[in-house]
């Protein structure tokens, strides 16, 4: 069974430092990975994607790693603001001949801290 | 805005009543999609429409029933829903015609709907 398993559940930092979030997935096969933000109120926003032969992508403060041979990937935020504050949800999308519906993991709620 | 847009973003209706939810995308995509946000839940794939012809049909129960009259627009029509099916109901548009997505989605802001 398709699996995108995320950690922490929630997490709390003071603006200006930094934080990593975790992806543990079972997809199969696999296709690319993505992480989204979602503001609360609002529908998510593609923050990354990454296929297999990519391990790292960044988008302005944000920088995705994974890791094909581990099925992990992280999602780690730089010099956090006050505006990361939001959802962040891994996505993880079969290839060819896998499930037509990609995986959506249950999402890390940040919280950043003046 | 996302391209996507939803109407309207928060509904409370009663058991008996029958609403809908509308969609509509402006991005040219080919592919849309219906999905429920539950709390601490992940997101829950309901439909999917490809060329405006229905390629997923995730399960759903009958009291939800979609439409997708072209390519631009989707709609959820609502009928005597229970309270369980309050949720954030979230449209997304794909240029992925297949329908796996596979290029990401673009979502829209949502519809908050509470059921009393």
């Known amino acids: 069974k398709n699996q995108v398993e995320q950690s922490p559940q929630s997490l709390i930092i003071l603006e200006g430092k930094n934080c990593t979030l975790q992806?543990?997935?079972?997809?199969?096969?696999?296709?690319?990975l993505r992480w989204y933000k979602q503001d609360t109120g609002r529908g998510p926003v593609s923050l990354t994607i990454m296929t297999f032969s990519e391990n790292t992508k960044s988008n302005g403060r944000y920088t995705a790693t994974l890791d094909a041979d581990t099925k992990q990937s992280s999602l780690h935020i730089t010099a956090s603001q006050l505006s990361d504050s939001a959802s962040y949800i891994c996505?993880?999308?079969?290839?060819?001949?896998?499930?037509?519906?990609?995986?959506f993991g249950r999402g890390t709620s940040l919280i950043v801290h003046p | 805005e996302t391209g996507v847009t939803q109407t309207p973003r928060h509904l409370v209706m009663g058991m008996t009543n029958k609403k809908s939810l509308k969609c509509e995308q402006h991005?040219?995509?080919?592919?849309m999609y219906w999905y429920k946000q539950s709390a601490k839940k992940p997101l829950e794939l309901m439909f999917v429409?490809?060329?405006?012809?229905?390629?997923e049909n995730n399960s759903v129960p009958s009291r939800f029933s979609p439409e997708c009259p072209n390519s631009s627009h989707l709609f959820l029509h609502l009928h005597t829903l229970q309270p369980e099916d309050s949720a954030l109901y979230l449209c997304a548009s794909s240029q992925d015609p297949s329908g796996r997505a596979n290029y990401g989605y673009t979502f829209g802001s949502g519809t908050r709907l509470t059921v009393v």
């Open positions: 991005l040219g995509h080919n592919a």
């Open positions: 996505v993880v999308s079969a290839g060819s001949g896998g499930s037509y519906i990609p995986t």
């Open positions: 429409y490809s060329l405006e012809e229905r390629v």
């Open positions: 992806c543990n997935y079972t997809v199969s096969p696999f296709s690319n």
